[in-house]
């Protein structure tokens, strides 16, 4: 983790630009004071008022908000809007289109992995894709509350499935289209999916990516673990229709099961045009996303409709300052949270144009993001520190080509980000007149929760703003399937409040600096990844006896994997050996969680009741001599045993 805060850096304060002051949502620190405390004290008016946008087939029938957060006192539940009822894609739609008059209007700029590829779709043509969709899922035999499992690239159909699963009250759960055959079987086990939309396959860069392939060993491994729950594969013609009429097209097989694989163009594209929404409960599920957990198997969090739906359209309204002619871009995945709240739902509920993209932010070339932003006219750009810290490696020179003076507002997302960094996207992207805003949150809080305002904070470099403790209308309803699982993760330690797992400290003028996670989760380039999963992995191997995996600093990705691994005897510790563990850890994870640094441990620093002194490995992994008390240690020879092993170089 890179902690953030230099002292001299971290004092200089920077105030929002006038010119944004004038036409913002909330133009003034006062002005969010006066929002804030609305929200704190009057958190059913606040929120009763932001439901007044959208459109609610039924009222709510009794109080907007009802929960417990105290486990002393029963069950954790919350509820907003309770006995409403809606429809998130008529709200995010069919709203827009009938009642607002922007049909004609883009939703999407998709950017292809090449500039060559592009392709806009304005909400008219979303809204009848999505209803030949959600005609075609019903025809495959989805109904409401079933799961749908989405592995898909960052391609138009990928929003237009969610929509089509909202739209007839099915349940999505998109598995980000980089894990591994494994990962996205534990996945669609866990919720029972009956459907899987994927895609004949993709290019990443320079890499093309079987994902047709991949999806049908994940369904194998459903098979084994005697779960075969999925009836249909639906698959996007992607790959072979871009590429159709060249050699291209040659170089993927697309494996194939007549009896339960069809082509989405097939099944989609001759649906009518219209499709009735499925009125839903505002406490319905809209969709499942995994996210990793500390005991190794992935939480499939839990959202629901209405709630869902009022925060992250208002969070997008007021933290990207939005406006009718904005064109927005975050440049996530929409298989993480970040893509689901603000590249899907928060962004359409809004009526906004987004950039929709494929591609990676070095290929062709090291400028492409700012190529993308002059050649859309982006104003509010969004994407991650780990990013900002790659583009940054290659200079001001890439960025000075292309024309950003389009920008207005910048955000950043998924990791703490260091004041160097901070600066760097200050100044040589946001040419010194855009806010940052940084915003922290995590896949169970659904959208933003601690983030400046870019109109009405000042700011500090690498820090959060205010906090608070009642639940929201965006966090999560639960673990599917565990409730228990549910409690104990985030609200047994404080009772009254919920706890993200992360650490932070406030200075002097009340602003909060998050110091990163304190528990056994790593964050790697703003992905979560639990220790126990990657040991799960790496114990796999034949040769393994025992490992501990902990995280070390890392310039670019701000923090990286370092394994300690302890062989069985007759085993020796090679170079071939260690490639073969990393290819575990691709295998059975996905290339993301790939370790850096694979460490011999002859054995591993324990106490006497034998457990594993973490916080010993990571001063090994960092190389920091001075290791404070050991006296807990059962055996203090294995440390100078380790530091003689250590990883100098990746
Ligand atoms: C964890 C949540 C939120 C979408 C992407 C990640 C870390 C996230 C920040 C930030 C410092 C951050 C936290 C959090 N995190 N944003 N602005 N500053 N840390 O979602 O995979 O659920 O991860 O990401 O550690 O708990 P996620």
Not at 46 to 56: G, I, L, P, T
Not at 254 to 278: F, G, K, L, M, Y
Not at 478 to 506: A, H, L, M, W
Not at 577 to 601: H, M, S, W, Y
Request: net charge negative.
């Amino acid at each position: 983790m890179v902690v953030p805060g230099r002292q001299d850096k971290e004092e200089k304060i920077y105030y929002p630009p006038e010119d944004l002051q004038m036409n913002a949502h909330v133009p003034n620190f006062n002005s969010y004071l006066a929002l804030y405390k609305r929200s704190i004290e009057e958190p059913e008016e606040f929120w009763r008022d932001a439901a007044q946008e959208f459109y609610w087939k039924e009222s709510p029938s009794g109080q907007i908000l009802q929960f417990n957060f105290d486990v002393t006192k029963g069950n954790i539940s919350m509820k907003f809007m309770a006995g409403a009822k809606t429809n998130m894609c008529y709200n995010v739609l069919d709203r827009n289109v009938l009642d607002r008059n922007l049909g004609e209007k883009v939703a999407y700029l998709w950017e292809g992995n090449l500039p060559a590829h592009h392709q806009t779709i304005t909400y008219g043509q979303l809204l009848k894709q999505v209803c030949r969709c959600a005609n075609a899922l019903k025809q495959t035999g989805v109904k409401k509350g079933d799961r749908v499992a989405i592995y898909l690239p960052m391609i138009p159909e990928l929003v237009v499935t969610m929509l089509a699963c909202a739209r007839i009250g099915a349940v999505h759960s998109a598995v980000f289209a980089g894990f591994s055959s494994e990962s996205l079987a534990e996945r669609i086990v866990d919720a029972q999916c009956s459907v899987l939309v994927t895609a004949d396959g993709v290019y990443r860069g320079e890499k093309l990516i079987n994902l047709k392939q991949i999806s049908d060993e994940a369904l194998e491994h459903c098979q084994e673990k005697g779960s075969p729950t999925v009836q249909k594969c639906v698959v996007v013609k992607h790959h072979t229709l871009r590429a159709s009429g060249t050699d291209e097209c040659n170089k993927l097989q697309t494996p194939w099961n007549a009896e339960r694989d069809v082509w989405w163009q097939d099944i989609v594209d001759s649906e009518s045009e219209q499709c009735d929404p499925e009125w839903l409960d505002a406490e319905d599920p809209l969709f499942i996303l995994y996210t990793s957990g500390s005991t190794g198997k992935p939480k499939g969090v839990l959202h629901t409709v209405a709630g869902y739906l009022l925060y992250t359209s208002l969070t997008f309204k007021y933290v990207f300052d939005h406006h009718h002619d904005d064109v927005y871009w975050c440049t996530a995945d929409i298989g993480w949270i970040t893509g689901h709240s603000y590249i899907a739902y928060g962004p359409l509920a809004n009526g906004a144009t987004s950039v929709l993209f494929e591609g990676v932010p070095v290929y062709p070339h090291v400028g492409r993001y700012w190529e993308v932003i002059e050649k859309y006219g982006v104003s509010k750009f969004y994407t991650a520190p780990t990013a900002i810290r790659l583009l940054m490696k290659y200079g001001r020179e890439p960025v000075e080509k292309y024309d950003l003076s389009s920008l207005r507002v910048l955000g950043t997302v998924g990791e703490p980000i260091n004041p160097e960094a901070w600066l760097w996207y200050h100044d040589a992207v946001g040419q010194g007149r855009c806010p940052v805003v940084d915003t922290f949150w995590q896949t169970e809080t659904g959208g933003h929760v601690l983030t400046p305002l870019p109109a009405a904070t000042p700011l500090k470099p690498g820090s959060a703003v205010r906090v608070f403790r009642k639940p929201w209308p965006g966090i999560m309803r639960g673990i599917y399937g565990n409730q228990e699982r549910f409690e104990s993760t985030y609200f047994r330690k404080f009772p009254g409040f919920y706890v993200t797992g992360d650490g932070c400290r406030r200075d002097k003028d009340g602003y909060y600096w998050i110091t990163g996670r304190m528990d056994d989760m790593l964050n790697v380039s703003g992905h979560l990844l639990s220790t126990a999963e990657v040991e799960g992995a790496l114990s796999t191997h034949a040769a393994v006896a025992e490992v501990a995996v902990v995280g070390r600093p890392h310039p670019l990705k701000g923090e990286c994997l370092y394994c300690f691994v302890t062989l069985k005897d007759s085993h020796e510790f090679t170079h071939d050996l260690v490639e073969e563990l990393k290819g575990k850890v691709r295998e059975k994870i996905g290339p993301i969680a790939t370790p850096d640094f694979i460490q011999n441990a002859p054995g591993l620093p324990k106490t006497r009741s034998g457990k594993i002194m973490r916080r010993v490995l990571r001063q090994i992994a960092r190389n920091e001599k001075d290791l404070g008390d050991l006296s807990t240690l059962a055996d203090s020879k294995v440390v100078d045993v380790l530091f003689s092993y250590r990883c100098k170089t990746a």
